[in-house]
């Protein structure tokens, strides 16, 4: 742990700090440039809907390339072989589900929110909060990992062990995501997730190319230092079953976690409002083409960058690191090419980081602005200033929620906290829309049923699963890998709860449905042919 404690101190603070705070500077020149045609609520929440597909899928690429694409991935590779890359397969798979199912419908569909969406043929008020509902508790989840990937990562860089500085930074990477949100909105935001996707697709270019450069560009080569590093268990890492083992369980568990990452992201509340800021379904289309091409490739580079770090620094170092699994890409880094390269990537992941927490926020205010506030509170005759305002107190105060939660789950592999965001989106979210999109009897009931049953069973069976509390102490660290050290209230045997709580939405959804005599023949043909032609959606603005 000295050599270890020696060579993290052996980076540069002040030169990773100054490489941060450059790309705040820069960045927020850019969204403040950015925030003077941000006039109108289109404006704020999509762009004006002036980005190209392209742009968009550049910028989709950048929302969805979060802590957990970049440091809990590499980590989880590092350390558990074969088992951690599967959470790359599920993520990447899961954008042809968005792509085949969801992009293009939900472009013509939907105005700015999944809620426009969800109450175009059902009543809107009730419709409207479960959608908002069920919007803030996906992000909050997911922001909650980008959060615990902050202090991580910070406590490597500055060599910060104690808990309460770790918070400080937290809450600094909070106040800086509050202020990109308050000042660029929508256009803001969308121009620092394109920077920060060219800056982190290029980083881990370069570092995929040094790490193949030091073993030849043999991969072979690569995956056997990976095993002789890892010592006598390091044969394991090439194989399936080093995480999810060979008993039943654990084989469930793998399965649950597929399922959460492959429908999930049809269901991400922040991944759907991206499609909002193109002008045409064409471009939504084009954007997701882009990011699926975009996102593929950087998965790969994650396969060389996990097992050079489990080549180079080892599992045991990563284990041992005050970031944890998540330190495996910044250690690597520093044993590549020193401070400099350490403190490029340590940026670059900031940037992740905060551009990511941005997109979040801004599409939990927008949901809570537009569907709450102005179509449930004030029965749709709120006017644009002070919907756009009341957006932007509540990007505050889920700000400082993410802060505070981002305190309390700092230290998860922020993979895991990704994938438990991806179960709760595919729960209560997918169900719904796809409902909504294709059948036709589906109506307010089941609609109420399916989001509110399906966020319901899968926080419960969170909270009572092994990833909240039960796990055993790992002897070399002295840590459970339960989010609660040293209690066992557990009873649900699975860490992520996609094979139980998915099935039951979409049959609560059903249920609902058919209880209810409800039903809009006129408005669902009318939904049809807008989903299916583009007819009557939402243009550009033109200013």
């Known amino acids: 742990m000295k050599t270890l404690a020696a060579s993290v101190e052996g980076s540069n603070p002040t030169l990773n700090i100054t490489i941060f705070a450059l790309f705040v500077v820069i960045t927020l020149v850019i969204v403040f440039r950015a925030s003077r045609n941000t006039k109108t609520a289109s404006d704020y929440y999509a762009a004006g809907r002036a980005f190209t597909g392209p742009q968009n899928g550049i910028a989709i690429s950048g929302d969805y390339l979060s802590a957990a694409s970049f440091l809990g991935i590499a980590g989880a590779i590092a350390v558990y072989g074969y088992d951690g890359f599967l959470y790359s397969i599920g993520f990447l798979v899961a954008w042809l589900v968005a792509l085949l199912l969801v992009a293009e419908l939900l472009r013509n569909t939907g105005k700015f929110t999944m809620g426009d969406v969800l109450a175009f043929r059902m009543r809107q008020r009730p419709v409207r909060a479960a959608a908002a509902v069920s919007t803030l508790v996906v992000s909050f989840f997911y922001l909650l990992a980008q959060m615990a990937g902050a202090g991580g990562l ?39 997730q394109i920077i920060k996707a060219a800056l982190l697709i290029v980083g881990a270019l370069a570092m995929t190319l040094w790490v193949l450069g ?37 084989k469930l568990d793998f399965f649950s976690l597929g399922i959460a990452l492959v429908l999930g992201t049809a269901g991400l509340p922040h ?64 044993n590549l090419g020193g401070p400099v390269l350490l403190g490029l990537i340590s940026a670059i992941a900031f940037a992740t980081i905060l551009a990511v927490v941005a997109g979040l926020t801004i599409t939990a205010s927008a949901s809570f602005a537009h569907d709450v506030y102005a179509n449930v509170l004030k029965k749709g005759k709120a006017n ?106 557990h009873w649900f045997p699975l860490d ?22 409800e039903h809009d023949k006129a408005k669902y043909a009318e939904m049809e042919v807008r989903a299916l032609t583009g007819a009557g959606a939402e243009k550009a603005v033109e200013h």
Do not use: C
């Open 496 to 517: 992520n709860p996609g094979l139980v709580s998915i099935p039951i939405a979409f049959v609560l959804g059903w249920l609902g449905t058919i209880l209810s005599k």
């Open 271 to 334: 991944v759907l409002m991206r499609f909002y800021t193109v002008p045409t379904a064409r471009e939504a289309r084009r954007s997701v083409v882009w990011a699926i091409v975009l996102i593929g490739v950087f998965y790969l580079f994650t396969l060389v960058l996990g097992y050079g770090a489990g080549a180079l620094v080892g599992p045991d170092a990563i284990k041992k690191a005050p970031g944890g699994v998540n330190s495996a890409a910044p250690l690597l880094a520093l």
């Open 384 to 489: 644009t200033g002070s919907e756009v305002r009341v957006a932007r107190i509540t990007a505050v105060v889920i700000g400082i929620v993410a802060i505070l939660g981002g305190i309390l789950a700092n230290g998860q592999n922020v993979a895991f906290l990704v994938a438990l965001a991806f179960a709760v989106a595919a729960s209560a979210n997918l169900p719904t829309i796809l409902y909504s999109l294709f059948w036709k009897r589906f109506n307010t009931q089941g609609a109420l049923w399916s989001i509110y049953g399906g966020l319901i069973v899968t926080i419960v069976l969170i909270v009572f699963s092994p990833a909240v509390s039960g796990k055993p102490v790992d002897p070399k660290t002295g840590k459970s890998a339960s989010m609660l050290q040293g209690v066992d209230f």
């Open 214 to 250: 030091k073993y030849g560009f043999n991969f072979s080569a690569l995956l056997q230092g990976a095993v002789d590093k890892a010592g006598h268990a390091g044969e394991a890492l090439l194989g399936p079953g080093k995480q999810y083992g060979t008993n039943g369980t654990t």
């Open 154 to 192: 910070v406590a490597l860089l500055l060599g910060i062990e104690g808990k309460a500085a770790q918070s400080l930074v937290i809450a600094v990477v909070g106040v800086i995501m509050i202020a990109y949100v308050l000042i660029g909105g929508m256009k803001g935001t969308t121009w620092v």
